[in-house]
Structures are given as structure tokens and as C-alpha cells.
């Protein structure tokens, strides 16, 4: 079997191995506090700006987003995100968990727009009975966001100014970040974030770290004390170490880029032939996730040989279902050699 | 500087780095659906007698401990756990972050004992206002302790005793299980602890592993939909199987054993020879984990070579503190020698 | 000015007024534990035919659906709710700040149906990713809706047995139950929702108290310890004897019933009446709660005189909103007659 | 039987009543935004100094607790309280149902001091693991506290003092504030409190109300948004003019004061002839509880005719416990008579 179900299937870059196997044994502090993790912000840095940024690591997308977001929202707040947000269908209610609403605007190819947000805020501070609702209190979106779609600078300017107007802390999930930052649609830099953002991070998992997120507090007044929140909800590492050497290696020279690039070069690939192929997608996507549009029929001869999600993102009608392939910064130019041999002869023999 | 300030202060054993690049590029399902946490399973449960008890694999010690006891306790209950226990003063408020008060009774050496408890429990339910207090709901231990001490078969059964006297769900944190399991004073199995307590874990972090807690669940009955839980809390780690890897190799044979037991010996040895240079201790530890008593002078020149808790652990007058020497799996003879060769030094210099 | 703006827009009826007085100076335990309540108790379970029911007094409806809600839910669930379900909109965000997601479904006429729950309970346990998502654990329905509507006995047996077969508990928020249950359309008793529901409530403040909630919790083995958790929510009233007093004299004879007859009779004259003058509605309401569509300037023009809801419930076009308009025990005849003749006017003038 | 278990036994002060009977049937908005809410803050505003104060009315004290302390609190932060304070005892973990831990401190006759204080902040930033514990973030005291003292004037300060040094907000529970601020003892005014704290509430429930708690807020801007709290915790009363109606009543002259003096008057009677009866006290209070120390055989016979806390404040030694006695606006002179001369008989009897 071969794999395109997710990004997250293998381990991690050999030299990430490397650089773990080199510094095995030498001592250091726990939770963070090494002089890992502080070469990894000095690197991180190089694409930063502002002095005042703070960067924690954290070890995984839920606990950073939940991590993130419980510490800014007051208690009568909730965080604006699309209704296909991560946070507002995959992490098991770990935001309402600790006592949040998420309000959710419906989504345009994984995205919300600034007019959108302005107009959800608008319309609560209007209402006759707003305190009897939750008060927006930030903005999540992701990108790229769940349907492997990326925002533009030009709209993520406009999210930042309806943001900054309403004083809405906006935070961005950059679990796949890479595939944004490398994609050929892309015109947004990670200092663009920085600068547009309060918060973001930079995923490490499923760009060839074994594990880590690095976030990004571009205004750390809005959680002035977030190590005792990484603690409480679970994220801080005791071997904190660990992280640090992973995003040291990852930013130490263009590795994290890279990376990135040889993922979403091959799910561009697939998805020019696919659609060569005669395949409609439900949208085109510029990053590592594509979602082309199957016979049901061919997706059971599939799935004999490659592992994908076909199951789990709808149908167009009752014989096609949409299935989301992925690639990775693990996924060989041969498995996707292979995967597109038998489907063009699978076509064929239709 | 040599470090024996805490146990995890290296990578991990080198069994465990080479099974992870063994691995590396082979493919896998995600969020611990895979292969190697099976295979880690059935390792573990070789331990094991109930054919119901489940196990499960987190990253860390306060993730372990918040996700169990959030998946136990019902909203109107608290846990019991002695005053020094890990949840009631160095997790940063998680558990009472999930809605529920820890409550706390005097410690003796770390511990607390049956009577105890049944008091509390029989207070509770016979104060005239018991329904405006928290009712207590379950139990947690620490084995061994945070001050290295162990419960005995005999204690552990009482305190199991009474739990399901009362119907008190009693949870053991293993953070550092290896030590207690292979210590001299010990009589308890990882059977034994299956039988009397309902979930415990078996941590990996401080025993060789670069992270993990292998949660093992007796009553799977009072959680019976963990999983969920397990990613409401950030602790479902997307490559779930850096988890299964490390816990199959240090359960294959006796690794995880014998990397305890590395360390009990040499903290053992620290502290008889502490002894014998005629130091007191707050407490005789017989685990990984040693406390003696140095006077403030000493501990300002110890402090240039050794990395030790000199200062977190309290005084017993003004001019002498108890000091935390804590030693594990890859604490080397050399750097024993090292210390007990200095300390002999300096306090014959006195 | 006369207002139709809400029904809790005066006092209590007299009836209550007086027991209060003539109760006033004789002392009684506090925090429920009363003969008042004991009366009130007896006195509505009149009404049920299950021994094992119990009844709870709490002072307000948010406060009364927070308190059962987070009382039943185990932390990786959520509450089945309609779109426009109070719990959803006009909480403050109540129920996800004791840790729970409200799972929205589409509304038709403030009501959700069985199929509807059917189809999101399976969706969910079919899934690839179920553990990611928040599991449904309850279902929220009110009776009558937030738009005025009533579920049929049919309807409700078809959501009670698919929630019993999905083991999901369903509850009732019965804050106007009385409209409900004395309207021409109704054709379900309290027993009927007793053997129908898991909990539901029957609304004092709305309808005649000067405040107060009966929760009769039908299936108490979903929540065995509910005084602790009315404590912890704050819903215990020390002089918790005035919610038995007043409830005690609504349910002596039918004063709960008639003073509900009176607020959905004077309100279905003025829907008949609206009607005739020929203005549309949003929908047809069978009880206090009326949605006439008003032209903008006429609702200017009532304005002056009347209070409604005029401005929150969105407009049908440019030109028209519409109103809520709504009558309680304490609406007069001549209030009623008065806008009607106003709006007679007005409507000529045009 | 005559009751002196609490002082919320009965209803309400007849004029309350009578202004309820006065205004029922007016017509006014909902959720406390009407004319009476607005004459009861005018009427406590002649006994403020400053014009930012704000000021709202709850129900009941566990609620207006949780509700300031949780709109007060960053999530990474508890409360420090006296061991006996009420939220670490008497309101079934409301507060840790909020996500707070309670610090406690031991009490000294109920109360804290700014010394104690003082030292648990810094020995909590001393701390090399400060990251891993709970910080402290803001103080609460009760005034009088739970054993009937009261802090003076110079106390309080202190408090206070130490309390802006560390940026720590102050919140006074007054659930019985009138007992306090009229006993003989007392050298504080409201405005002191307000000058001092940064929230306090007076309190309404335990001095003549049916119910109620005034909160007043100094330092609005730690909590701005405070309405959209109350709602969310369940405390915004549809009806909120019957708090408003309370509470002019009880300030539109002297009447909190003069049924506050009531209660104090016959307790501190009681103390006087019951410590000239011989009778020793756990401590001496200067308001409208105390606390006798009677032989458990006087208590059996006490007990056929008078309802005390006799049970629940434990025992000085195996023949002798702890009574509570307390008095309120509305004990009569008879029953401290009929008390008084049954204890003088029961006394000489032995």
C-alpha cells in the first residue's frame, strides 16, 4: 500500500534524526529553557522583524491552537472562524473545553473574508440583546487553510484591518504553513505574518519534524505569561530540547522550505494530471492537499493500492465522492509516478 | 557542568534513537492507529492479567494526568491527592482548569494512607452541608512519589480497599514507575498495580524514552471513550507512533527495567555515601530521587560543577537547605564519582 | 407607553404576592430543604405518574439549562440544539463555558426533527475521524419554541425514540410551557413529557412568578448528585422556600394553567386580528409569542406608543421587518384593544 | 421550634415587601435595565466617592463570587482566600468550575493578613518552577468573615496595600457586609471598601431581602464587559427589577443599617449572657454570629426546642462542640429571651 492519506505518515527528515542523534547525549534544562530551542528562535528570528516577537515550541496543532486561544480570549469571548476551521470541526470540542464559543462564518473554498467578519461583529454589537451572546474576541483561520487553499497578502490585509479596527486579536494556524510560504499562488512572507497577525505558528509536524510547532507572538501583551498556559494545557515538553533541535535544523538553512516545496511539487503534479485525466476537483488547491472528484467505482479499485481520505469529504452525487490526497515532504516522486500510471490505465479500461 | 537536576535532561537511550531510524521512511497511520502502538500494546500487556484493560499512549506527565482525570471525575467532584502531589502543586492549575478542585491532605514522605482518605470521605458525606462542598470523586498517588518514596503492596492494598469501598476510582501517576518497580524496597508488579488501581501509567519520559506515558486502564468502563479525550486535550499526537516505537523497544525485553534500575543504583550509592560523609536527608528515598541535607556554604561551591535543585526544596534552618540530587538512565559512574569525590573534598576542607 | 416587548415586563400575580406575605415571618431551612417545597413537590407531581422522578427548584431559565446540560454531559460530548435553540444564541455562550459545544442543527419554524438528529448522530459514529469531532451526547429542544411553535405529540414521540436509541438524554426547556400547553394546538400533557423526556422544566417567571423554574428530571440516574451541581452553578437559593411558595400556589388548583390561557389567548386574537388587516407573518405561532411583518414606517409609528421587539428579529426586504410581539399573564384586554385600534389606524391612514 | 441556624430563615423585611405589592403591576424592561435598578444605584451611590464605580445586582452569593472572580482571573491565575473563606469551602468548587484554583491561606479567627499575602506571591516568583504552579492573581476576604469577625480598618489597608504592589485585585464578599459595618467594633464605611477593594458586594439576602447582592465595582476596567458575565453564569434575573426594588428600599434611608443593628444587638446579647453562664467560645465575634463552646448533653437537650449549627463546627474536645448561633432582622426579642432563660435552667439543672 501506498499512502496519500496524510501528511503526517513517516517520521522525520534524516538530518532531523541527525541532529537528534548528535546531541543525544548532552545535558541540558528542561521545559524549553536549552540552549536548543534558543539557537532555533535565533534562526526562526532571521525571518522575523520585531524585537518584541516572542517564540514558544509547542508539540502538536490541537494544543496550539487551544493553548493559544485560551489565553487570549476573556471569558465572555468568542474566536470567529470559518465553520470548516480546524478548531471548529476537528479538535473534539478542545476550545469549547475551556469555556469558549467558536462562531463560525461559512466558508468560500476553506476561507472567510474581512467583510464577512466585519459583519458578524457589527451585527452583534447591534443587537438589542448582545450581552445575552458571546462577544467576538479574535479571529482563526489557517493558513493554508483545510481545503489546502491560501489566502493572499491582499486579503489578509484586510482580515488584519478589520481585526486591528475591532481590536480583534488574529491568529493564524499554520499547521501546513510550508505549503502556503513555497506554493506558486503565494505572495505573503513569514515576516508579512508577523506583521498582519498577533499570532501564528509554523508547523513542524507535517513538514518533516517528528513533532512541533513553533508559534510566533508577534504581540506578546496579549499573553504576557503563555508559559504557564503551555504548562497547564498539557504542551510543555520536559525534554523541551526536543524541539528546539528539530526547528534549529529545520530554519538552521532553507530545509523547512524545501520541504515544503518537494510536497506541494508533486501534488501539483497530481493534480494537473488528474485533471488531464478528465477528473473536475471540487476546488483547485495551489498547496499539498488536492481533492479530485471520483467515480465511487474506481475509488474501490483504488483503494486496493493507495490510501487516501475518499470516504470522508462528501459526494457531488450519488456515484462520485470527492477524495483529498496528499503529499508529503516524505512522498516519492515514484509513488506518485505509481499512483498516476494506474490511474490513467483505470481510466482507460472505463 | 555535570546535571542531576532532574532526569530528563538527555535524548533518549540509543535503542530507542535506532528503532525510530529503522523505521523512519516506512508509512503509517496516524494518531496512534498503527502498527508499532500495537505492537507496543502487546508488549505491555505481557505485564498485564485482565484482558479488558486498555492501553494507551500521551506524551507527557501533566497531559496524562489533566486528560484522566478530566475523563473520570464527574463536574461536581474533586480528587484526593496528598498535598505534595504533582497535580496539586506543579501543574500549573490543569486540573483545575478542567473544572475541578484537587483535594489536598497532609503528606507523610510524600504519601498519604487509607485512614486518611476515609476520613475525608466519611467527613464529607456526614457535614450537614455536604452538598455545598466538593464531593470527593476519585484518588491519585504518585508511585513512587514526588519525593522518591514508594507505597508498599500492603499500603497500596488499603488505600485500593477503601477506594472501592467508597467507589473512588483510584488512579496511580507512574511518572517515574521504573524506579519504584525496580527499587530493593519494592514488592508490587505491574500486575499488582492493574489489580488495585484502576488506571495508572507507565512513564517513558524519565526513563529513556525521548517522551511518552503509556496510560494502562484497569476500568475502562469509567472512561470509555478516551480517545476522544486524549485529542480535546493535545495529547493525540498525529505521528502517534514515535509512541509505539519507543514503548515496543523499551518493552521488547527488560530495557525499561534495566535503565531504572541504572539509575536507582547510582542515586542509591550517592546517598549511602552521602550518608556515610555524615550528612542527614529530609527523608530516605529508595528510588532515583535523593534529598540530603548540605549546609548553604557547601551547596555555593557545589554549585559551580554540579547542576542540582539546591534552592526549591525548602531549609531546615537558616543555614543549611535540602537539596534534590535526582540521577537516571543516563547519569554516568564518572559523574557519581565525579560528585562524591568533590563532596568528600569539600567537606573534609570544612 | 404599553409594552408587549417581553412576558417578564411585570411582577407576579397576586396570588403569589399573598402567599408570600402570609408565609413572610415563619421560619422554615434553607436552600430548598423546606415544607414549601416539599408542598410544591407534591402538588406537581399531580401531574406525573413516575415515583421516581424528582423536582429541583432553580430561579432562572439560562441558569436551569446550563445546570442540567453540564450535569449530563460527559467532557467529550455536546447538546444537540436547533439553530435558533436558546442555548445556542442567547446564553452568553452558558453552555460552552462549562466546557461543552452546542451542536447546531437547521431550524424549520424554531423546531428540529427526528430525522434531523438521526442523520448528525449517525454522520458523526460514520465518520473516519469521529474521535476528532465532539460527540452528541444529549439533545435540547424547547417547547414552545423561540419562535412561538409547538412540537406535536407525533413529534416528539419520533424524537424521543430516536433518542433513546441512540442513548442520547433529551431535554425539555420548558420557559413558557405553560403557552404550550394550554394553546388549541397543543396535544401533549406534562406526563406526556415525563415519560417522553429525560428532563424538562416547567417556566415560572414567564408565566406568573415573580421567578423560578421547576426542573422535573425524569431519568435521575443521568445526574444523582443535582443539588451540588445547582450549587456550584449558583442556582441555590438560600431562602430557596420562595421558589416552593410560589410554585406551590401556581400549581394549588390551575392557576399555572390559567394564567398561561390568558397570555396565549390575548395573543392569538392579536395575530387573528393582524391577520385580517392583511399582514403577513414569519410564521404562525399557536402561543404568546406573535411575528407579524411590518412595514418600516409603521413600525416607526408604533413605536411611540407600543414596546416590541421591533428590530431583532431581521427584515423580510428593505421596506419590512419583523415584530415580536408578546402577551403574558399581566397583559390587559384594553392594552391589547388599544393596538389593535391603533394599528387599525394606522393602517387606513396609509 | 425556634430557629437560630441561620439568618435566612424567613422572607423579607415588610416594606420590601410592600414595595414589591406597590410597583407589581408597572411595566418595566428586563435583565436589571430599568427605573428601579437605576433609584437602588443612585441610593448606594450617596455612600460612594467615586463616579467610575460601578454597581449591579445578583442573586445570590455563590453566584456573584464565581461571577467576579471568573471575569476577573487570567486562566493561568487562582484566587487566594483564607482556608475557611466560602469559595474554598462552601460553594461546592464553583469556583475551580470556572478553571481557578483557590490558594489557600491559614486563617487566623477567619481572616488573612497582608503579611501572608505578601509572602506566598513572592515565594511563588522566587520559585525556580514559578511556571509550573498557579499564580496568584487576584485576593479575596469576606467581611465579616465566616467566623463573624471583622477586619479593621488598619487591616484592611494593609490588604489592600500589598495587594496594589503586586497588581493583585482586591474582592470583598460582603454576604453579610450590614453585620459588619454597624457592629461596635467597626471603624470602616462603604466608601472605605470602595476606596480599598476593587470589588465588593453588599450584601442583600442575609439582611432582609428576599434576595440579592449589590456588587459594586471600583476598578471597572478589570472587568469591562461584566452584564455579558452575569448572563453567561446565570445571574442576570429576567425580572432584575425586583433587585432594584430591594435594594432602594434598603437604602432609601437606613434600613440595611437598622436590620443589620437588629441582628447584631440580640447576638452579641446572646454572647454576653452566654459567656456569664460560664460557656467558654471557639472565639469572640463582634457580629451577628457566634460561637459557644456546650457540654454535647446540653446540646441534645437544646436541640428539642432550638435549631443552632450544633454539629458541623467540630468539637474541643469529646464532650464538648462548637455551637453555631445567629440572629437576623427578623429574630424576635422572645426567642433570645426564651433561649437565654432555658439556658440559664438547663445550666443550674446540670
Known sequence: MISFYNDYSEG????????????????????????YCEEAKTLIRRHLRKSETEIHFLVGGTQT???????ILKP?????????????????????????????????EGKINAGQIERLVRAHFDSESFEHQVQPGMVYISQPTEYGTIYSKAELQAISAVCRKFHLPLFIDGARLGAALVCA???????????????????????????????????????????????????????????????????????????????VTLAQRLQKCIEELGYPFMLKSPTNQIFPVFPDELIHQLEEKYSCSYWDWGRTDPQHSIT?????????????????NDLQKLTNAE
Do not use: C
Open 12 to 35: 522525520a527528515h534524516e538530518r532531523i534524526l541527525d541532529a537528534l542523534i548528535r546531541t543525544n547525549r548532552l545535558q541540558s534544562g528542561g521545559y524549553g529553557e536549552d540552549e
Open 76 to 108: 465572555w469571548q468568542g474566536v470567529i472562524a470559518a465553520d470548516t476551521g480546524h478548531i471548529a470541526v476537528h479538535e473534539s470540542g478542545a476550545i469549547e473545553a475551556t469555556g469558549h464559543k467558536v462562531l463560525t462564518l461559512p466558508h468560500h
Open 65 to 71: 491552537n487551544t493553548t493559544v486561544i485560551a489565553s
Open 185 to 263: 499562488e503565494n505572495d505573503l512572507t513569514i515576516a508579512d505574518l508577523e506583521e498582519l497577525a498577533d499570532v501564528f505558528y509554523i508547523g513542524g509536524t507535517k513538514n518533516g519534524a517528528l513533532f512541533g510547532e513553533a508559534v510566533v507572538i508577534a504581540s506578546p501583551e496579549l499573553t504576557p505569561y503563555f508559559r504557564y498556559m503551555i504548562k497547564q494545557k498539557g504542551g510543555m515538553l520536559a525534554k523541551g530540547r526536543l524541539l528546539g533541535i528539530q526547528f534549529a535544523e529545520l530554519f538552521r538553512d532553507d530545509l523547512y522550505f524545501d520541504l515544503a516545496r518537494h510536497a
Open 324 to 340: 483529498r490526497i496528499v503529499t508529503s515532504w516524505a512522498t516519492s516522486e515514484e509513488a506518485v509516478n505509481s499512483f498516476l
